[in-house]
Structures are given as structure tokens and as C-alpha cells.
């Protein structure tokens, strides 16, 4: 009997010792790559990919808050804006992949409470923020109801952290983006067979093909969030195939009257989606997928959004709706007429319904 108890204690205490071990290993690995960006992100390879953004994000500022006066707030595709390049402002690029404006506005909020008062905002306007069938916002728990990230031992004693830190180390990226050891994004270099190939013929961009407006109630509550702050929103680079298909479709002068009603409630509003060099290059070194442009694309870009001027993007508060809806229509005429051909025989039995493409793929 005295043998037996023994042996169970050791068994035990083996086992113990043995779940110690794993879970400490376990740490020790996620602390060692940091998917989650608790630490100093991953100091194996120097990369860290997007598998939890919503997540990531937050905690790495929650922690930094005092470091930044500007915050950026958008999609995968504005995660490549090159944030350092914001002149005297310290920005924190708070975009997540297929962010949202009511993401974004529960961010915000989270922000604010916690004491956040940046001296500038800068929002991407996602366009099927306005178009198609609304998606409810997914932020992480503790951002709803304004409680602490959940800490570095929560996070990191779980097989999700685990999996993640497995993945980086495979090279198993969920996306064609990466973080690099400054927490800077960027594109991964990708094969010929996979260059963006926009069509010569153009024909309306598919469905979803309803535009919802009111929805733009969330821009401008977003901006009254920081009513301090200077308050910049801007629409993206967007490749001139993608962006004529959109001219196509019925929602197409709804959309426009869409961005000029959220203009009006930011101090600066930049348009990039018009024909550009930029927009018109097919170069794996501007775009892989005529949505994500690269960071070397979008330095211009936030040159220009800091200088509240630029040379190819429209000014959404310097000219007025009919004025830029006209100035439209006439580039997109003129991109057909020299670059590509456009066929709106598939639109002919659904003339008046919009049928937008959609802005994220990441």
C-alpha cells in the first residue's frame, strides 16, 4: 500500500512537473515570436504577420498611448500608409484587415475613455462601408466594455497563441501583408502568375448593388469622437480598371453624393481613386491586386494628406459635388477611350441597380 501511494505521488508529481514544462515552453515561444505584439514583436525573423489585428493593435498602443498624437484609422489597404512620413505628427496606423466605420467608432470610443486626445485623425473611407449587405462590427470583447487588454499570460498560455507562433515560424502567412520588426506593414513579394492583370474590356463591377447612404451617419460620428483633433479623411488609391467598372453601375453618382455628405464633417478630404500614374500602373512594385498599393505608393499619399494639397487626388472640400461627379465621368471616359474598352451590355436589363465592387480581399 505504501509503494502504491508513492508511486501515484510520483506519477503526480511527474506529470506536474511535465504540464509545468509544456506551459512554460508554451510562454517562452509566444513571448519569443509575440504574434500579439505584447513585447517587441518577433525576435526570430523580424516578422510578424496580421492573424489577429483587432487584437494585435490595440494592445501593442494600449500600452503606448503617451507616444502618439495622431491616430489612423482604415482597412488592410491603409495599413501600407507609410505613418513615420506624417511630418510632425506621431501617428499610430490603428487600420485593421477589412476594418470597419463601426469598428473603427468602438476603437475610438475605447481610446477616448482611456484618456486618448490625439491632435490628428486620419480616416479611409471604405466604400462598401456603403454598399451591400452591412456586417456587424467584430472588436475584441474588452474594447465593448472599456475594460484593460487581457494580459500577456492570459494571452499567451493559449494553443490560439501557440498556433500563431507556429504558423509564423512556417512562414504561414493568413494574408499578403506583413509587419516587419518595427511594426511597419508591407507587402510580401509574390510570382510573375500573380501580377495584377486588370481585363482590357471593362464591364460593371458584380453585385452587391445597394447603396445605403445613412451609413455614413458613422463618419461623422467617428470624427466627433476627437472634435480637438484635426480631422483628415481621405479614399484610397484604387486601380483605374477597378474604379471604372464602380463608374458603370447605377450606385455609382450615389456613392459620389455619399463621400461629399462625409466630407463636409472633416477638416481635409482627399480623393485618390481618380486615374492616375499611380492607379494606372500595372507594376508589381506599385499594386499585386489594384487595391493594395504599396508603402513607396502611399508616401505621396500622406504627403499630400498632411499638406492638405495634391496634384493628382481630387479635394473633396475645395470643389463642389456636381463640379468632381462631372470631373469623374470625364476621366473615366477618357481612360476607355485610350486604355480600355468598356461593355455595359451586361448591364442593360439592370440599368438602374448599382453594382459596386468590393474593397477588401486581403
Known amino acids: 500500500m505504501a509503494r502504491s501511494k508513492r508511486r501515484l505521488r510520483t506519477f503526480i508529481l511527474c506529470a506536474v512537473v511535465s504540464a509545468g514544462a509544456i506551459v512554460l515552453c508554451c510562454l517562452a515561444l509566444n513571448c519569443l515570436i509575440d504574434p500579439l505584439w505584447y513585447l517587441r514583436g518577433n525576435l526570430v525573423g523580424g516578422i510578424n504577420y496580421p492573424f489577429n489585428e483587432r487584437l494585435s493593435k490595440i494592445i501593442r498602443l494600449a500600452s503606448r498611448l503617451q507616444d502618439y498624437d495622431c491616430v489612423i484609422f482604415g482597412t488592410s489597404r491603409t495599413t501600407l500608409l507609410p505613418e513615420k512620413q506624417a511630418g510632425p505628427y506621431r501617428c499610430y496606423n490603428l487600420a485593421l484587415s477589412d476594418g470597419q466605420a463601426s469598428e473603427a467608432l468602438l476603437y475610438a470610443n475605447y481610446l477616448r475613455a482611456r484618456g486618448f486626445a490625439p491632435k490628428l485623425v486620419i480616416v ?38 501557440l498556433d500563431f507562433s507556429i504558423r509564423t515560424l512556417r512562414g504561414d502567412a493568413p494574408h499578403h501583408r506583413f509587419y516587419d520588426k518595427d511594426f511597419r506593414a508591407d507587402l510580401e513579394v509574390r510570382s510573375k502568375k500573380r501580377y495584377y492583370n486588370p481585363p482590357a474590356i471593362i464591364k460593371p463591377a458584380p453585385p452587391p448593388n445597394d ?21 483628415i479623411g481621405y479614399v484610397p488609391l484604387e486601380s483605374a480598371w477597378r474604379m471604372a467598372a464602380f463608374s458603370l453601375t447605377g450606385a455609382f453618382d450615389g456613392y459620389l453624393a455619399a463621400v461629399a455628405d462625409i466630407a463636409t464633417n472633416y477638416d481635409e478630404f482627399l480623393d485618390f481613386s481618380l486615374p492616375s500614374e499611380t492607379t494606372l500602373s500595372k507594376s508589381p512594385s506599385v499594386t499585386y491586386d489594384g487595391l493594395h498599393y504599396s508603402r513607396e505608393a502611399n508616401r505621396q499619399v500622406v504627403t499630400d494628406l498632411i499638406a492638405n494639397h495634391s496634384d493628382t487626388a481630387v479635394d473633396w472640400k475645395r470643389e463642389d459635388r456636381a463640379t468632381i461627379a462631372a470631373l469623374f465621368h470625364r ?11 468598356a461593355d455595359v451590355s451586361a448591364d442593360k436589363t439592370d440599368k438602374q441597380k448599382p453594382h459596386p465592387v468590393h474593397d477588401e480581399s486581403d
Do not use: C, M, W
Request: glycine residues 4%; positive net charge; without cysteine.
Open 124 to 161: 479611409e473611407l471604405r466604400r462598401t462601408d456603403l454598399i451591400g449587405p452591412e456586417q456587424p462590427p467584430d472588436v475584441p470583447d474588452f474594447i465593448r466594455t472599456g475594460a484593460a487588454p487581457p494580459s500577456i499570460f492570459a494571452s499567451y498560455l493559449t494553443l490560439d497563441a
Open 211 to 231: 447603396l445605403h447612404p445613412e451609413r455614413a451617419a458613422r463618419y461623422r460620428q467617428l470624427r466627433e469622437v476627437f472634435p480637438g483633433a484635426r480631422a
Open 331 to 341: 476621366r473615366f471616359n477618357e481612360f476607355f477611350a485610350t486604355t480600355a474598352k
